[in-house]
């Protein structure tokens, strides 16, 4: 009987110790989607900045930068998303999706810069909308990259730190909340602090160190295996009063439903930033 306890305490230390360790590797994981949420944000803003050199406004500005950014998110999550199931280190996917992310956002300027020389040539031979066309299709393909990739790293990290099913909910909160804070950070420091004393590219090669800090605490921590992968446990099977094919279809209903509701509640976000921000522009004056 003494042994058995002493089997069992040794036990029960093991495990608070693997608990420890696994809290401690989920905090850098934080940490990390801290700083890429900060780092998001300063690209918006310093993109923002200066794509209004090319539209001329900042409400058309902010626009562009948004549909084009939001585009990516969602291209991104959709993908990547679906890519990362199948593969075995999470977290090392995310650390290289954070340093693609650094080097694409990186060269974002000067893509931004030749947008603005293509829109200097093109503006003696177009006019009207053709010239809206050029400078929004020029913003797409140079933001696209690092926008999509910034898509890509909530569901990555989301499969890496939840080891079951339970845990899904609350840590994927937590992630989402701690990467909300960031971006809230970002842009206050890149409004009121870094452009003003720095300018664009030191503001945005910020966001780009930022990055590449996130995407080495990820590799450190994909390599010391402080946290579990698996996968999560599958749901438990239909009771005998309900068949698989009319749980399914309910399911099908309900998910289209709940879709349709998270589009309509993005695109009023997005219309209340537009708004607010031809709003404020009266109030506080414009950036540019």
């Not at 199931?85 to 340093?99: D, N």
């Amino acid at each position: 009987m003494g042994k058995r306890s002493k089997k069992q305490v040794h036990q029960i230390a093991a495990a608070r110790r693997t608990e420890s360790r696994t809290g401690f590797a989920f905090g850098g994981v934080l940490l990390c989607f801290f700083l890429s949420g900060t780092a998001g944000l300063i690209y918006q803003v310093v993109w923002g900045k200066a794509l209004g050199l090319v539209f001329g406004h900042t409400a058309y500005a902010l626009a562009a930068v948004l549909a084009v950014f939001m585009g990516g998110l969602a291209a991104g999550s959709f993908w990547i998303g679906r890519w990362c199931e199948s593969r075995p280190e999470p977290l090392g996917s995310y650390a290289w999706l954070e340093f693609g992310i650094a080097a694409s956002g990186a060269l974002s300027l000067a893509g931004i810069g030749g947008v603005r020389l293509l829109y200097v040539f093109a503006f003696p031979h177009l006019s009207g909308v053709a010239l809206v066309v050029v400078r929004l299709l020029g913003a797409a393909i140079v933001l696209f990259v690092p926008t999509f990739l910034m898509g890509g790293t909530l569901p990555v990290l989301a499969r890496g730190v939840a080891r079951y099913s339970a845990e899904l909910g609350g840590r994927f909160a937590r992630l989402y909340g701690v990467n909300t804070a960031g971006a809230v950070a970002g842009t206050l420091a890149a409004g009121f602090l870094f452009l003003p004393a720095l300018g664009m590219r030191a503001t945005l090669f910020t966001a780009v160190a930022l990055n590449v800090i996130a995407g080495a605490l990820a590799l450190r921590l994909s390599r010391s295996r402080q946290i579990s992968t698996d996968r999560a446990v599958t749901p438990p099977p239909v009771t005998k009063h309900e068949t698989i094919e009319s749980a399914r279809d309910d399911s099908v209903w309900q998910m289209r439903f709940l879709l349709i509701c998270f589009a309509v509640v993005g695109a009023t976000a997005m219309a209340y930033e537009i708004g607010w921000t031809r709003l404020l522009a009266t109030q506080v004056g414009s950036s540019m």
